[in-house]
């Protein structure tokens, strides 16, 4: 738990003194631009950021997707560029290459562009897109940290000729839209409250010897983009010093919440029907089990308190029980949402399918639709509409916001005895539950829970229109929303541009 380098992610936070922007409350996504193609009527895609989710776009657009074609790849490692490039051309496409996407986008006869770089490089790259006149699909989640998404979702409310879709491919899962609305038709009652679940097997990455060499392939101030730029501390016998890996650093990514937990953030907000952000938010949890380079937690916990009801998000990345590849299940879900309700409870899992229980566990009905694989013909199908409807750029941020404040309570967190912890919300029954299962979890998993101490981050208060930490505690407060997660503008040409709030919301 002592190996990272939290007071010195925390120390990098550049936060400008001004105001806030306001969160719009309009969403009206879909404007009608100009419509797009190529003679033929295609639209032309360059896909940028092409290791590995990018690889499946690059793919899906050079010999899949109908009435898009791939014309362009990116990628600031030329060892990338050079794969992809060789796939591309086993499937009969031969696209431009590019290592810098600056260059990319001043090529006048590219449509839209599919972002599948690193988190961090999200926000401004779907920013230097619109602005560029490009249409854009950017991977979850949208940002990696609460201000810059703002800045990304108000860049599509005023470059208003192109549209934005984000990755978060549950959005395209109609079984989930039939789900919520079979809750909201009042048949099982009530929402008490949403779980989100992220029991993925993470292992060690190992440690290595500290500061790495970047393999010469990679543009390494092209890939750290708007983060600091420092070397890498990191060399796993899987993805080496740069890719990946960069998950479970502070200045890159959030840990699994922000990952894998995003999509499952989203399916659980979405049950709820809550519009913003949270009143408050209060997370605990470490890196147990292994000592290894990385930074963000392995297992954790966080309450995010809501008017309707409270959104519970539990990260584990270790198994059932040492030794064991297979995950937890509650109520039968490892990755997946839980929605009780006072009548029953509602089971999605990580792709898609929804079933309804009655609190005997009783099956209700099903939902299995199943058609989550859609959201890259979505995509195509919102150019040529001018309008997304599956994976609004707003509807994204939140829920990435929401992971950003999960880690930003944690990050403030003092390490303290599980006893203390236990202590400090028996009152909130639905923590108390979370916690008593993530005892058991630990024992399983040879943690020694008596001696074994836990991150206990401070409950934080949020002011959801302006999507800042407020409260009477001011050291905290300020600590909060200094946080590189709740605002961090940049670094000198990869700074975010401040994009003023729009009155009328548009994309
Ligand atoms: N929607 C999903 O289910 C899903 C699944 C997997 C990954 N993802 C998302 O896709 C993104 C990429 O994930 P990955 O596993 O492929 O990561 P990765 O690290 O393996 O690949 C990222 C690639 O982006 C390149 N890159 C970095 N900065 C760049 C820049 N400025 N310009 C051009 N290229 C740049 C890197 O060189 C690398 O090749 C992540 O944000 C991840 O969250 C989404």
Same mark, same amino acid.
């Given at each position: 738990m002592k190996n990272w380098t939290r007071k010195e992610f925390l120390k990098t936070s550049v936060v400008g003194g001004g105001a806030a922007l306001l969160a719009g409350n309009t969403r009206l996504y879909g404007q009608a631009g100009p419509?797009?193609?190529?003679?033929?009527?295609?639209?032309?895609?360059?896909?940028?950021?092409?290791?590995?989710?990018?690889?499946?776009?690059?793919?899906?657009?050079?010999?899949?997707?109908?009435?898009?074609?791939?014309v362009a790849i990116c990628d600031c490692d030329s060892d990338v560029l050079a794969k992809r490039l060789a796939d591309c051309e086993k499937v009969g496409v031969k696209p431009e290459t590019y290592v810098d996407y600056r260059k990319l986008l001043e090529k006048k006869d590219i449509d839209a562009i599919v972002i599948a770089s690193p988190n961090h490089q999200h926000s401004l790259q779907t920013i230097w897109g619109l602005q560029a006149g490009k249409?854009?699909?950017?991977?979850?989640?949208?940002?990696?940290?609460?201000?810059?998404?703002?800045?990304?979702?108000?860049?599509?409310?005023?470059?208003?000729?192109n549209i934005v879709q984000a990755g978060t491919q549950n959005r395209s899962s109609e079984?989930?839209?039939?789900?919520?609305?079979?809750?909201?038709?009042?048949?099982?009652?009530?929402?008490?409250?949403?779980?989100?679940?992220?029991?993925?097997?993470?292992?060690?990455?190992?440690?290595?010897?500290?500061?790495?060499?970047?393999?010469a392939s990679i543009d390494y101030d092209l890939w750290s983009g708007p983060a600091p730029l420092t070397p890498p501390r990191r060399n796993s016998p899987k993805n080496?010093?740069?890719?990946?890996?960069?998950?479970?650093?502070?200045?890159?990514?959030?840990?699994?919440?922000?990952?894998?937990?995003?999509?499952?953030?989203?399916?659980?907000?979405?049950?709820?029907?809550?519009?913003?952000?949270p009143a408050s938010v209060m997370s605990f949890g470490g890196r147990f089990g292994y000592i290894d380079d990385a930074e963000t937690p392995n297992t954790l916990v966080s309450v995010f308190n809501y008017a309707k009801a409270p959104l519970i998000f539990e990260v584990r990345g270790l198994p059932m029980k040492a030794g064991m590849r297979a995950m937890d299940k509650f109520?039968?879900?490892?990755?997946?949402?839980?929605?009780?309700?006072?009548g029953g409870y509602v089971t999605i899992g990580s792709n898609g399918g929804a079933v309804v229980y009655d609190?005997? $566990?009783?099956? &209700? %009905?099903?939902?299995?639709? @199943?058609?989550?694989?859609?959201?890259?013909?979505?995509?195509?199908? #919102?150019?040529?509409?001018?309008k997304v409807t599956k994976g609004v750029i707003e509807?994204?941020?939140?829920?990435?916001?929401?992971?950003?404040?999960?880690?930003?309570?944690?990050?403030?967190?003092?390490?303290?005895?599980?006893?203390?912890?236990?202590?400090?919300?028996?009152?909130?029954?639905?923590?108390?539950?979370?916690?008593?299962?993530?005892?058991?979890?630990?024992?399983?998993?040879?943690?020694?829970?008596?001696?074994?101490?836990?991150?206990? $981050?401070?409950? &934080? %208060?949020?002011?959801?229109? @302006?999507?800042?930490?407020?409260?009477?505690?001011?050291?905290?407060? #300020?600590?909060?929303?200094?946080?590189?997660?709740?605002?961090?503008?940049?670094?000198?040409?990869?700074?975010?541009?401040?994009?003023?709030k729009m009155a009328v919301a548009a994309s």
């Amino acid at each position: 738990m002592k190996n990272w380098t939290r007071k010195e992610f925390l120390k990098t936070s550049v936060v400008g003194g001004g105001a806030a922007l306001l969160a719009g409350n309009t969403r009206l996504y879909g404007q009608a631009g100009p419509a797009k193609g190529s003679a033929n009527g295609d639209i032309r895609v360059a896909v940028v950021g092409i290791n590995a989710q990018g690889k499946g776009h690059m793919l899906d657009y050079a010999n899949k997707l109908k009435g898009a074609r791939l014309v362009a790849i990116c990628d600031c490692d030329s060892d990338v560029l050079a794969k992809r490039l060789a796939d591309c051309e086993k499937v009969g496409v031969k696209p431009e290459t590019y290592v810098d996407y600056r260059k990319l986008l001043e090529k006048k006869d590219i449509d839209a562009i599919v972002i599948a770089s690193p988190n961090h490089q999200h926000s401004l790259q779907t920013i230097w897109g619109l602005q560029a006149g490009k249409d854009v699909y950017v991977e979850k989640p949208l940002s990696h940290n609460v201000w810059e998404g703002r800045q990304a979702v108000e860049a599509a409310k005023k470059y208003t000729k192109n549209i934005v879709q984000a990755g978060t491919q549950n959005r395209s899962s109609e079984d989930i839209y039939d789900a919520i609305a079979y809750v909201k038709s009042g048949k099982v009652g009530k929402i008490k409250w949403a779980r989100g679940l992220c029991y993925k097997p993470r292992e060690s990455i190992g440690k290595s010897t500290g500061a790495q060499t970047v393999p010469a392939s990679i543009d390494y101030d092209l890939w750290s983009g708007p983060a600091p730029l420092t070397p890498p501390r990191r060399n796993s016998p899987k993805n080496g010093t740069v890719h990946y890996d960069w998950h479970w650093f502070w200045n890159y990514g959030g840990g699994d919440i922000t990952n894998q937990g995003i999509h499952q953030m989203d399916v659980a907000r979405w049950f709820l029907g809550e519009p913003g952000l949270p009143a408050s938010v209060m997370s605990f949890g470490g890196r147990f089990g292994y000592i290894d380079d990385a930074e963000t937690p392995n297992t954790l916990v966080s309450v995010f308190n809501y008017a309707k009801a409270p959104l519970i998000f539990e990260v584990r990345g270790l198994p059932m029980k040492a030794g064991m590849r297979a995950m937890d299940k509650f109520k039968g879900t490892d990755v997946g949402v839980v929605v009780q309700c006072e009548g029953g409870y509602v089971t999605i899992g990580s792709n898609g399918g929804a079933v309804v229980y009655d609190n005997d $566990g009783k099956v &209700l %009905q099903k939902f299995a639709k @199943n058609t989550l694989g859609q959201h890259r013909a979505n995509f195509v199908k #919102a150019v040529k509409d001018r309008k997304v409807t599956k994976g609004v750029i707003e509807e994204c941020h939140y829920s990435s916001a929401l992971c950003h404040l999960g880690n930003v309570s944690y990050l403030l967190g003092k390490e303290k005895a599980n006893s203390e912890l236990a202590e400090a919300i028996k009152a909130d029954a639905n923590t108390k539950d979370s916690f008593a299962r993530y005892v058991d979890h630990l024992k399983a998993n040879n943690v020694n829970v008596d001696t074994t101490k836990v991150m206990v $981050g401070p409950l &934080l %208060q949020i002011d959801s229109a @302006n999507e800042v930490f407020v409260g009477s505690d001011k050291t905290i407060v #300020a600590a909060a929303n200094k946080c590189p997660l709740t605002k961090r503008t940049g670094r000198g040409a990869f700074t975010i541009p401040e994009i003023k709030k729009m009155a009328v919301a548009a994309s």
